[in-house]
Nanobody, 121 residues
Protein backbone atom coordinates (compact mmCIF):
# COMPACT_ATOMS: atom_id res chain seq x y z
CA UNK A 1 0.00 0.00 0.00
CA UNK A 2 1.39 3.37 -1.07
CA UNK A 3 0.17 6.62 0.44
CA UNK A 4 0.88 9.96 -1.22
CA UNK A 5 0.73 13.33 0.49
CA UNK A 6 1.78 16.91 -0.07
CA UNK A 7 -0.49 17.97 -2.89
CA UNK A 8 -2.37 21.24 -2.90
CA UNK A 9 -3.24 24.48 -4.63
CA UNK A 10 -0.27 26.68 -5.51
CA UNK A 11 0.52 29.64 -7.73
CA UNK A 12 2.58 29.65 -10.91
CA UNK A 13 6.26 29.55 -10.02
CA UNK A 14 5.72 28.06 -6.58
CA UNK A 15 7.30 24.90 -5.22
CA UNK A 16 5.72 21.80 -3.72
CA UNK A 17 7.10 18.56 -2.32
CA UNK A 18 5.17 15.33 -2.60
CA UNK A 19 5.82 12.31 -0.40
CA UNK A 20 4.91 8.67 -0.79
CA UNK A 21 5.26 6.17 2.02
CA UNK A 22 4.61 2.49 2.41
CA UNK A 23 4.63 0.21 5.46
CA UNK A 24 6.83 -2.82 5.76
CA UNK A 25 10.48 -3.55 5.38
CA UNK A 26 10.74 -4.21 1.65
CA UNK A 27 10.58 -0.60 0.41
CA UNK A 28 14.33 -0.42 -0.01
CA UNK A 29 14.19 -3.13 -2.70
CA UNK A 30 11.56 -1.42 -4.88
CA UNK A 31 12.05 0.81 -7.86
CA UNK A 32 9.83 3.86 -7.41
CA UNK A 33 8.21 6.30 -9.76
CA UNK A 34 5.83 9.22 -10.01
CA UNK A 35 3.16 9.51 -12.67
CA UNK A 36 0.48 12.13 -13.19
CA UNK A 37 -2.90 12.28 -14.83
CA UNK A 38 -4.71 15.41 -15.87
CA UNK A 39 -8.48 15.39 -16.48
CA UNK A 40 -9.36 13.67 -19.72
CA UNK A 41 -5.78 12.58 -20.36
CA UNK A 42 -3.76 9.42 -19.97
CA UNK A 43 -1.49 8.75 -17.04
CA UNK A 44 1.93 10.17 -17.89
CA UNK A 45 5.37 9.34 -16.57
CA UNK A 46 7.05 12.00 -14.44
CA UNK A 47 10.12 10.53 -12.74
CA UNK A 48 11.62 7.25 -11.54
CA UNK A 49 14.56 5.87 -9.66
CA UNK A 50 15.73 2.35 -8.77
CA UNK A 51 16.10 0.89 -5.31
CA UNK A 52 19.67 2.14 -4.92
CA UNK A 53 19.09 5.58 -6.49
CA UNK A 54 22.04 4.96 -8.84
CA UNK A 55 20.20 6.76 -11.61
CA UNK A 56 17.16 8.93 -12.12
CA UNK A 57 14.81 9.25 -15.04
CA UNK A 58 12.64 12.28 -15.85
CA UNK A 59 10.06 13.27 -18.38
CA UNK A 60 11.33 16.04 -20.64
CA UNK A 61 8.55 18.31 -19.42
CA UNK A 62 9.86 18.29 -15.85
CA UNK A 63 13.63 18.06 -16.31
CA UNK A 64 15.43 20.76 -14.39
CA UNK A 65 12.33 21.56 -12.31
CA UNK A 66 11.46 18.30 -10.53
CA UNK A 67 13.68 16.04 -8.42
CA UNK A 68 12.87 12.51 -7.32
CA UNK A 69 14.62 11.11 -4.27
CA UNK A 70 14.12 8.46 -1.65
CA UNK A 71 14.91 7.79 1.98
CA UNK A 72 14.92 4.05 2.49
CA UNK A 73 15.22 4.45 6.25
CA UNK A 74 11.86 6.25 6.21
CA UNK A 75 10.24 4.10 3.50
CA UNK A 76 9.55 7.29 1.61
CA UNK A 77 10.02 8.59 -1.91
CA UNK A 78 9.78 12.30 -2.65
CA UNK A 79 9.05 14.50 -5.62
CA UNK A 80 10.34 18.02 -5.18
CA UNK A 81 8.69 20.33 -7.68
CA UNK A 82 9.90 23.82 -8.48
CA UNK A 83 8.79 26.51 -10.95
CA UNK A 84 5.36 24.97 -11.20
CA UNK A 85 3.28 25.69 -14.28
CA UNK A 86 -0.47 25.41 -14.96
CA UNK A 87 0.27 22.39 -17.17
CA UNK A 88 1.63 20.59 -14.11
CA UNK A 89 -1.90 20.45 -12.74
CA UNK A 90 -2.85 16.79 -12.31
CA UNK A 91 -3.37 13.99 -9.87
CA UNK A 92 0.08 12.68 -8.98
CA UNK A 93 0.49 8.96 -8.34
CA UNK A 94 3.30 7.06 -6.68
CA UNK A 95 4.16 3.63 -8.08
CA UNK A 96 6.43 0.79 -7.05
CA UNK A 97 7.73 -2.49 -8.37
CA UNK A 98 10.38 -5.02 -7.46
CA UNK A 99 11.82 -4.68 -10.97
CA UNK A 100 12.91 -1.54 -12.82
CA UNK A 101 9.73 -0.18 -14.30
CA UNK A 102 11.12 2.76 -16.18
CA UNK A 103 8.57 5.03 -17.82
CA UNK A 104 5.82 2.47 -18.42
CA UNK A 105 2.83 2.50 -16.03
CA UNK A 106 1.98 -1.13 -16.76
CA UNK A 107 5.34 -2.25 -15.37
CA UNK A 108 4.55 -1.06 -11.86
CA UNK A 109 2.58 -3.40 -9.63
CA UNK A 110 1.67 -1.12 -6.73
CA UNK A 111 0.03 2.28 -6.85
CA UNK A 112 -1.09 4.93 -4.43
CA UNK A 113 -4.45 6.65 -4.45
CA UNK A 114 -3.05 9.89 -5.83
CA UNK A 115 -2.70 13.43 -4.58
CA UNK A 116 -4.06 16.48 -6.40
CA UNK A 117 -1.71 19.25 -7.49
CA UNK A 118 -3.34 22.37 -8.86
CA UNK A 119 -1.27 25.25 -10.21
CA UNK A 120 -3.23 28.44 -10.54
CA UNK A 121 -2.28 31.28 -12.85
Amino acid sequence: QLVESGGGLVQVGDSLKLSCTTPGDTFSSYSMAWFRQAPGKERDFVAALPWDSRTTLYADSVKGRFTISRDNAKNTVYLQMHSLKPEDTAVYYCAADVSWGGTTPGRYEWWGQGTQVTVSS
